[in-house]
Structures are given as structure tokens and as C-alpha cells.
Nanobody
């Protein structure tokens, strides 16, 4: 069992930065053994992949829409995952979710690839 709690969302203007955090508490397994992802859901749209770091592989993977602007990182000792978002655009508006699955995987871009989800944090970017 993994509990995920996101924080850091808010209302910003286009071009501003914002940093999201995700705190994890798990059932005794090593946090580094979890693949972690960030997803977002805009109004009336499906939840979409934003970024992920596969367990044991510290190279982040990004959706094309955020590549070059967003940076995902993790601190396994603190059981934290971060999403630094720069040059925000109105189309980045949505609820951002942290997700986790145990173990490494080559499938990390789909909603169904993860078994644990946080409650989400709202990000609103005004133009």
C-alpha cells in the first residue's frame, strides 16, 4: 500500500514557474523500488501522462508537450517526488496527480500502468 499526497498547486500567470511535491508513505518496501509518475487532467479531458521516473533508472521521461519546460526529480531518502514547472502556459491548467507502481516497467505512460494515486492538486495558469 502506498499513500501519495500532492502539494504545491495554485493560480499563476503564464510564464511563471511552479513546483509540485508528492510525499509518499509506503508499506515497508523501498521507495526507490517504485516507478513514479505525474499525470494531469484538464476539464472535460482525459487524464494524460506528464512525466515519469522508472524504478532503478533515474532518467526522467516526459510528454512532448512539457519537454524542456518541466523537470521531474525524486529523493528516495525523503520519499518525495517533485515536478518543477517552468514557462507555464494556460494549456497546462488542470489537476495534477502523482502516481506510483511497484517495480520497474517499460510501460509508464498509461493511467492503467499505475496502481496508486494521490488526490491531486489544482494548477491554474491564467493568460
Amino acid at each position: 500500500q502506498v499513500l501519495l499526497v500532492e502539494s504545491g498547486g495554485g493560480l499563476v500567470q503564464a510564464g511563471d514557474p511552479l513546483r509540485l511535491s508528492c510525499a509518499a508513505s509506503e508499506d515497508g518496501r523501498i521507495f526507490g523500488a517504485y516507478t513514479m509518475g505525474w499525470f494531469r487532467e484538464a476539464p472535460e479531458k482525459e487524464r494524460e501522462f506528464v512525466a515519469a521516473i522508472v524504478a532503478g533508472d533515474y532518467i526522467p521521461h516526459y510528454a512532448n508537450s512539457v519537454k524542456g519546460r518541466f523537470t521531474m526529480s525524486r529523493d528516495n531518502a525523503k520519499k518525495m517526488v517533485y515536478l518543477q514547472m517552468n514557462s507555464l502556459k494556460p494549456e497546462d491548467t488542470g489537476v495534477y496527480y502523482c502516481a506510483a507502481r511497484f517495480g520497474p516497467t517499460a510501460q509508464f505512460m498509461g493511467v492503467h500502468d499505475y496502481g496508486y494515486w494521490g488526490q491531486g492538486t489544482q494548477v491554474t495558469v491564467s493568460s
